[in-house]
Each structure stands twice: as structure tokens, then as C-alpha cells.
């Protein structure tokens, strides 16, 4: 694909939604008789929901695992260090007295601030911990396939976040999952009228992995390799009575609110991040922009088009201006592309064809336009952790710190 400065017919060829800026080409997105997304009218509920109601709910649960618990944990949070899990502990830690086991699936691709933030948030709510990280081979071989066969760059980690936190519950026979964020805050999958109550096993493979662990098996990945990624079997989750909930459907949910009361009152910090012109979403990833690309080149829109919803949604700003600012953003190379070409051993041209071939139907005569991004990225395009080996690698003495 060449990189192009002329703007095609995207927004023409598209419908958006009446109020935001979201497209069509969403995936699971519905809109009213008047044309308004489903997380737009989930936007319009919030405001008219008994919270006090729903607290008082949440309340029960959390009183009845408690109590079901003994001296086991009462509930897993699983936690990557963004700002939701930061959230997430602040409200069952410090509110409601839970003793949660933080449970992280690590895509291996941490960003210094992500990893602190991790770290840091462990120390502020002084919790129990365990994580995963899946050896750095079989992440840059998955890395390759996931291209090819999801359309972006992370089915490791959309697949094991799904799965890890679950075995954990059954190994450990901690029932109750607490994850952050309802599924109608953004998507058109849930509504708040009509939460996601019941635990549905296979969640995160339909909605964001899309494909089983055994479908990723090639010449390179062995079914053994993937046997982390593999979510409990339906007796072993029935056998613990695994379920999940949402916070976000039993507490007034507002990130830009919550992102700064734990700035404040933890020491979270944001970041740079490609992509996108808020700097507290996927802060601990260097590879969410390259995700959120891949997103924009095969359905037209990406991260900062979600950003600009939300804003155009609270009134922020305009929805002409919202389109604007998410086209100019979306549209930019990241800097970690080059990471990503180098350990997945692909061309550049390679990337673009195959994403090519995995083009939203409506978009699939038109030429996707693609700019190079007028700024570097101050949190380096490597993971944290690849950069601390190269710092210390290539220092004479180990001991010798710079
Ligand atoms: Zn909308």
C-alpha cells in the first residue's frame, strides 16, 4: 500500500452513526430507526439507571462471596496495571473490604510506564499476585500468525486474558471474576438495560481472539505451545461455579473521572500512545497502536475514532470535528510497525497485503490512506523489558549502572 496524502471516500462510502463518529463497520455495531449506535443510546440509559439500586446489588454479591469465601481469596481481578484495573482494586480493595487474588496475563510487550504502574499498584492496594508471560518465541511466532489470521497483532493476548484469569479460578476455586468496564459502554454487544449477567466461557474468544488456540497450530507453533491459551473445559468451570461481572454495570462509570482520581490518589501515570490523542488507554502496551492500525486499515477507523466518540458523546466537541481529528490520528504509521516487522520477519509490503486481504467488504475497492507520524514515541518502540536486557547486555561490567 503506498503511503498516500490524498483523502479518499472513507466517510462518503460509510454510514456513521447520528451522534458519534462511529462506523458501520464496527463489528456487532446496530443503530436505532434514526441512525444512533448502540453505545450512544447505552450513553443515553446510563444517565437514567437507579445507581443506588444497582450498587445495592453489587453489594449483595460481593457481601455473599465474601461470605461464601472462608480464608480463601473472595474474587480474582484480573489486572494489567491500566487504569481500569487501578480502578477496579481502588473500588473492591478500599470501598468494599475484598481480599482479591490480581491476577495478570502478560502480553510481553510492557511499556516502562505500564510496568510501573503494575508494580506500583500492587504496592498502593498491597494485594496477593500472580502472572503469566508466555515466552517470547512463541509471542513473536503468534505475533506472525495472528496477522494472517485475526487481522492484527494480538491474538496471544486477547486469547490469554480470556483464559488465564479462568484457570486461575479453577485452580485456585475462586468463583467470582471482577473485570471493569461494562461490555455497553462501547460496544453493541451488551446494553445497560440488559447487562451481561450469566458467565459465558467463551467471551473473549468469539469477541476479541476469534479463533481457538488448536486454530493457531502451523509448523512453527505446536498444539503444545498453546496449551496456556486454552480456556477450562465447561465441567471444570461448573465444578468451581465460576462467574464474572462487570463493575461498570453496577457503578456509574466515567474513565476520564476515574483516570484522574487514581492519578491523584495513586500515582498512576499516562503515557504517549500511538494512535491516539488520549494517553490512558493501553498505556501499558507499546503495541496498541499497531493494533488499533491494523483496526483502520481493514475497517477504516481506529483508536482515536473511539476516543472522539466518547468526547462527542459528553459534548467535548463537535461530531464534524470529531471526524477530523480521528482521521488525521487513525491514519498515522506508529513507530512500533517497525518492531513488529522485525520480530515476525515480515516486509512492510507483506504487512499491507495481507491486511489487505482482510478488508471490510465496504471498504474493499478503496484505498485506505496511510501517513507517517510527525512525532517519535518517547516510551521507545521496544517492550520495557527487551530494553533493560539491551541496557544491561551491552555494559561491560553488569554491575555498572548508568
Ligand atoms: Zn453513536
Known amino acids: 500500500m503506498k503511503i498516500s496524502s490524498s483523502s479518499t471516500n472513507i466517510l462518503s462510502r460509510l454510514q456513521y452513526c447520528a451522534r458519534c463518529c462511529v462506523p458501520e463497520t464496527q463489528e456487532g455495531i446496530s443503530f436505532d430507526a434514526y441512525g444512533v449506535c448502540q453505545a450512544c443510546q447505552s450513553s443515553e440509559q446510563k444517565m437514567h439507571i437507579n445507581w443506588a439500586e444497582r450498587e445495592k446489588e453489587l453489594r449483595g454479591i460481593l457481601d455473599a462471596a465474601k461470605e461464601k469465601a472462608g480464608n480463601n481469596y473472595d474474587c480474582i481481578v484480573p489486572i494489567s496495571g491500566g487504569k481500569d484495573s487501578v480502578f477496579q482494586l481502588h473500588v473492591l480493595v478500599n470501598v468494599y473490604g475484598m481480599k482479591p487474588l490480581a491476577v495478570t496475563f502478560s502480553h510481553n510487550w510492557y511499556s516502562e510506564v505500564g510496568w510501573y504502574n503494575l508494580q506500583n499498584a500492587l504496592q498502593e492496594f498491597d494485594v496477593d499476585h500472580i502472572m503469566f508471560t508466555p515466552n517470547r518465541g512463541l509471542v513473536n511466532r503468534l505475533a506472525e500468525r495472528s496477522l494472517g489470521m485475526i487481522g492484527d497483532a494480538c491474538w496471544h493476548c486477547h486469547s490469554g486474558i480470556g483464559a488465564f484469569p479462568l484457570q486461575i479460578a479453577v485452580k485456585f476455586n475462586i468463583p467470582l471474576l471482577i473485570w471493569g468496564e461494562s461490555i455497553a459502554e462501547s460496544s453493541g454487544r451488551a446494553s445497560y438495560k440488559d447487562p451481561v449477567h450469566k458467565f459465558d466461557r467463551d467471551y473473549f474468544t468469539k469477541v476479541s481472539a476469534k479463533r481457538q488456540p488448536k486454530e493457531m497450530v502451523s509448523s512453527l507453533i505446536s498444539e503444545r505451545d498453546l496449551h496456556p491459551f486454552n480456556v477450562p473445559s465447561i465441567e471444570e468451570i461448573e465444578r468451581a461455579g465460576v462467574y464474572g461481572i462487570h463493575l461498570g454495570d453496577y457503578i456509574f462509570w466515567g474513565e476520564e473521572r476515574q483516570t484522574e482520581f487514581i492519578r491523584q490518589e495513586y500515582g498512576w501515570k499516562e503515557t504517549e500512545i500511538e494512535g491516539a490523542y488520549k494517553g490512558y488507554k493501553s498505556a501499558e502496551c507499546i503495541m496498541s497502536g499497531v493494533h488499533d492500525f491494523t483496526c483502520y486499515l481493514k475497517r477504516g477507523y481506529g483508536r482515536a475514532t473511539m476516543q472522539a466518540c466518547v468526547d462527542v ?73 527487551e530494553q533493560i536486557i539491551a541496557k544491561y547486555r551491552n555494559q561491560k561490567d553488569p554491575r555498572e549502572i548508568d
Open 313 to 385: 458523546r459528553n459534548g467535548l466537541m463537535t461530531r464534524e470535528e470529531g471526524l477530523t481529528l480521528a482521521r488525521s490520528i487513525d491514519s498515522q504509521r506508529p513507530g512500533a510497525l517497525d518492531y513488529f516487522l522485525k520480530i515476525t520477519n515480515l516486509s512492510e509490503a507483506a504487512f499491507y497485503e495481507t491486511i489487505k486481504q482482510l478488508k471490510h467488504l465496504k471498504l474493499i475497492d478503496i484505498d485506505i490512506p496511510v501517513h507517517p507520524k510527525n512525532q517519535g514515541n518517547h516510551q521507545g518502540n521496544l517492550p520495557f523489558f
